[in-house]
Nanobody, 123 residues
Framework: QVQLVESGGGLVQPGGSQRLSCAVSKLEDYTVAWFRQVPGKDREPISCESTVGEVRLYLLDSEEGRFTISRDNAKNTVFLQMDNLRPEDTGIYYC?????????????????WGQGTQVTVSS
């Protein structure tokens, strides 16, 4: 069974940057998405990159270029680069995987999840 392990969370100042990593066993077989859950809100999709390199942007911040997904199949790792972070970005960030070349923005379309990593944006 595929395993996902996130890393890279922590405390960052407003306006700063942070890169999250998601180690995925046999990444080449999986489409991977990043989600986040901020306090008081449901888990929401950020972005997804499929096995064939197709990228979907789900969060307005992704569309504005603040959040960028990328993957390195050779390293079995998916990244989420986050720039110009704001206090409202504080939350738990998750990577999720599905064995298919299609991206979806629904939580229930991803059977495999990491444990989550806390990102706190505060001065």
């Amino acid at each position: 069974q595929v395993q996902l392990v996130e890393s890279g969370g922590g405390l960052v100042q407003p306006g700063g940057s942070q890169r999250l990593s998601c180690a995925v066993s046999k990444l080449e077989d999986y489409t991977v998405a990043w989600f986040r859950q901020v306090p008081g809100k449901d888990r929401e999709p950020i972005s997804c990159e499929s096995t064939v390199g197709e990228v979907r942007l789900y969060l307005l911040d992704s569309e504005e270029g603040r959040f960028t997904i990328s993957r390195d199949n050779a390293k079995n790792t998916v990244f989420l680069q986050m720039d110009n972070l704001r206090p409202e970005d504080t939350g738990i960030y998750y990577c999720a995987a599905r064995k298919n070349y299609l991206c979806y923005d629904q939580v229930n379309m991803y059977p495999y999840w990491g444990q989550g990593t806390q990102v706190t944006v505060s001065s």
